[in-house]
Every structure is written in structure tokens, then in C-alpha cells.
């Protein structure tokens, strides 16, 4: 089969489907709600999805949302490069995979609702996204795995980057090395996606004050936990919980 795009969004309804080809979820707008094999991903702009063929999967959203959804072939993972990328479902994506979605998000919405952009500017897209995904995919020997175990762990900490580096028995300059190459990204902006991450979790899965939240998620307080979501994610903490208290029903 040849790759096949749809821009779609998605309701409060947890729409359930298992099928025997690969699938990318990409939002380009809002956030998705995706339930893979019992477990569950936050998926926004910055963060996307890959389906193993045959996996069970559901998705549903809080709010307005559009994603490129990419149907591939299951054969084009049974080996090389690629094949890592179902080991992990849920991906955060890299500068230049997000600017690759965006490309596409503009064409599709460019070609309307009931139509798809150029399959031949397809089949060119796909295996060029997903290089860009599987050399962003952190390498199973990485030397920063301690480091991201501990920070996801205790993200309130007052973590700079010379405590991380002294964490990773590291220099300041080799630590900007390493998430450069592996994550492509800087300490401080994978931590600050660390401290946003809890802090969404905890808005929608606990009653605690947006203040108490804020701190426990290692911000200096609910400003600035406000102002970082604002420019990430268009949006503040308590329209960001209002969003999510109708959770979409857990599968049967």
C-alpha cells in the first residue's frame, strides 16, 4: 500500500480501531487523547504518534483539534531504522519533524477538507518524516537516560544546568552536547516540556489548586506556570483543565 494522509479531528467520543498497517497521528492544532494497548499519550504539536500494525487504539479530544493522520505500510517496519520507532509510540518531535508537519498541515488545509494533497508529494514526505523521527529517537545507550529518569521524576527540583550536568557526572558544555545530539534540543527546553507535561497530568487527573501544581511541577508559581503555557500551548491552566474534565470513557 502507498502512504495515505487525511486531516481529521476528533470529538469527546474514544473512537476504538485496530487495522494491519502503521498509522501517524500528528496534530498540527489542539491536543489529541491516544490510548494505545492500555496506554495513554497526550499528542500536540509538539508531540506526535506511531500505531504498530494491529495495535488497539482510540482516540478523542477535549477541544478543537486537527492532526494529519498517515496510514503506512506495516512492511516498512520490519527492519532498518524505522523499526526502532515502534518500540516507542508516543515521540516527542524534534525541530525539524515539526517543521515537516507543518509543511503538510499548510498543504492540507490548502487542498480542503475532502481532499489530499498530491500522493506524489506524499510518498516523498513520509520516508523523509520518518528518517527525521527515528534519528531524533534517543538511542538505547544514551548517556543522558539517568539524567531524564531522574528530572521526570522529580521535576520540582531546582534543576539548572550545572546541577544536571554534576546528576549526568558531566561538563556544562558535553550536557549541551548531548541533548543537542540526541534530542535535539537544550537542557532548558527539555526541561521546561518535562515541568509542562506534569504539569497537564495534573490538571486533568487531580483536583489540586493550579498553585499547588505549579510548584510541585517545578514552577516558581501559577504566573509563571500561566505564561508557559500561554506560549506553548495557546491556552492557560484553568481553560486547559476546563477542557479536559469530560475524560472520554475508558475502553471495554
Known sequence: ??????????????????????????????????????????????????????????????????????????????????????????????????????FMGLMARETGPHCAPPRSLVQGWVPLLLDTLSLDAPRATSRLAALLARIEAAPSLAWSTESMARAANLSVSRLHALFREELDSTPHAWLLGCRLDCARGMLTDSARSVADIAIACGFSDQASLTRAMRRVFDTTPAAYRRSAQEKPPKPQ
Do not use: C
Request: proline share 8%; no cysteine; aromatic share 6%.
Open 1 to 102: 500500500m502507498t502512504p495515505d494522509l487525511h486531516l481529521r479531528s476528533y470529538d469527546r467520543v474514544h473512537w476504538g480501531d485496530r487495522h494491519d498497517f502503521a498509522q501517524l497521528v500528528l496534530p498540527v492544532h489542539g491536543e489529541v487523547v491516544l490510548d494505545i494497548e492500555e496506554r495513554r499519550g497526550r499528542l500536540d504539536p509538539l508531540h506526535g504518534a506511531l500505531v504498530a500494525p494491529g495495535a488497539w487504539h482510540a482516540q478523542s479530544s477535549p477541544g478543537a483539534n486537527d492532526s494529519l493522520i498517515v496510514d503506512v505500510n506495516g512492511a516498512a517496519f520490519d527492519d532498518g531504522p524505522w523499526q526502532r520507532l515502534l518500540e516507542r509510540p508516543f515521540v516527542t518531535l524534534g525541530p525539524a519533524a515539526r517543521k515537516l508537519v507543518e
